[in-house]
């Protein structure tokens, strides 16, 4: 059979009364005398009994089997007692006994908890005879700290040990202090229900984090295993159509593989990278297909194509190997090798490459019939076969495996199930619903004849039902007024975002132009160096020759006399001469510009140093103003010198140097001819 149809199951009755009904808009005190003061109707000569001794006789209970009125009847008699409570009080006290058993028979507790919490029904009697307000199910404080309670002690067990001992103690402590009440009427019974309340709430917010994060973990596992599955079977389907070499084979069986999965788990199987990836793998294998007809141009014109386009999408979503450049070279270099065999009509060693291995069969399909009303957060008492039932709530439905998890009261998972299984034991009846949530004022309503809303509403009446009716409008407008308020923040929201696009695209357009001008002016400036380094190489060529066809001329006088000895002064030779060029051509380069000052030098210009045994053609990067030196480079940007100012003053005085190239640089010249186009 399926979940049993019981007043407490919610799913199967909708109308029933929920925790969101309480508390209810009325008392129910006409209710209750209705309902139980005329069976109980005494004789008006009887005796009417004291406040005080009737609190003495419930104060004084001692079978907490018994309903109060039934406690207060078995003393009087015990003692030949004739007095007897009023007709009120006692239609009252059965009430509370009524409520008392439904709440124990629909709400059931484990054997230790339910004995502990019954001590507290001569206190629960004792209060709906002297606090009008208790007549109003979830209107007391008491009944918020028993709706409380056995909400927290709905998954206790013995069997759960330590994890159950905070419940078990919270029990105790709050039945001690309440039974004070007795001894001292005046004692702060609101303070503790309301820490009664806030305790139960924190650990009830504490077991389902920890319920949240194992059922995020497994989620986590089962989305990994689908995915491994889906994965599997879309690479299986294209080897089976393709034999391929063994080095593809590694390459789809390996790297690729472990992309997909993170491919499916990052963007789903429905997805347009998903649709992409599993192209790629048909083009992979399609690509190292021998051709039928090796002269036939459109199929070679095709292998073109393939092995000029697809590494590059095959790169793209090598995810497994992002961050690893050496692996994707190592893993893309198979697949190249491959088709460099291709393009050079070198038979490739072909095989079926055997298949991957696929976990599970995929997803289950719906939950059988039997599932229908189960829900997550729901109380079950399970009998797995050993006649001790366990207590578990339902945290996660796992349709992909088709699996039900379940954890105890401390959110630790105790149990997992397949659809299959619990279906199993539904329909033998090992598993019971444990209904929770405002079951004390539920019991209360229910005692008084208020099972659902059909009830409730007659006991309302036309006024209330209107109140009610315009209550529920405003809240619906409240709600209508928040949808449409949380629209306009989302439409603001994504035109903020679209602005916030639009502006990210023009500064990557910005930083793109930049970086291609940039690029440009690099290109421009390694040209124009390699110019100038040819130009500078070819002048010092033509002086060397020159000063070879003149030295064979010197080395005798006309008529073989020797030529006149020279002065030491003259001997010495013209340094500056030596080094400055001596043919127009040279000249005519160096004197593009005018040796400026040092100082005056702009950035970019290139300098020819002849004050070594090489020339060095090199440009000025850096004017350190604070340490007053200059660095130069080479057209690589590798540091070549580092002059001071007055070393480099040095060797423009004394010839050492010629200024080849002074004038603006690459940006320069486009921001002069973007200003010319404007104006």
Partial sequence: MGLPDRPDNLEVEPLKLTAEHFPLPCSLRELVLQRYAESNSIASDIEPMEPQELMAYLHGTTDLALTPMQSILAQTESIGDPALPTNEQMAILDWVGSAFD?????FPLEPDLLQELRRLKPLVAALALTEPDFLTPGGHHLHLMLDSLQLAAVGWQARTGRAGQGVQKQVGMAVEEALKWFETPGCDLDGLCTRVVADTERDLARASRMAQRMAEAETGRVKTAEAKRVAADMINEALQEFSAPPTIGT???GPWYDSAQLVLLKFGADSEQWAHMSAATSSLLDSVQAPKDEEDPGRRQHLFEIVTQLPRELRRWLLSLQHDSDAIENAMGMVEYAHMQILRKRPLDMEQIPLLGVAGAGGAGSAPGALASVREGQWFSVDLGDGDPVRVRLVLQMEAAGELMFANLAGIKVLQQSYEAFSALLDSGSVTSLDSGASFSRSLASAAGINN????????????????REEEERQRLEQEQARLEREREEQLAREEEEVERREREKAEAAQ???????????????????ELQQEWDDAHRRQREQQDAVRPGQSAAPGGQQPPPQSAASAEPDTHMQH?????TLEGFAARASDP???ALPMGAWLGFHDGDTPLLAKLAVHDRENNHYIFVNRSGIKMRQLSHGELLALMESGMVDVLETRSNFRDEINRVKKKSET
């Fill in 102 to 106: 439904t709440w124990e028979e629909q």
């Fill in 251 to 253: 390459f789809l069986k």
């Fill in 453 to 468: 809303t059909d009830e409730l509403d007659k006991l309302l009446g036309p006024a209330v039902l209107q109140a009610r």
């Fill in 512 to 530: 793109r132009e930049e970086q291609q001008t940039e690029a440009q002016q690099q290109a421009l400036e390694e040209r124009e160096a390699r």
């Fill in 580 to 584: 400055r060029p001596a043919d127009p």
């Fill in 597 to 599: 000052p040092a100082a």
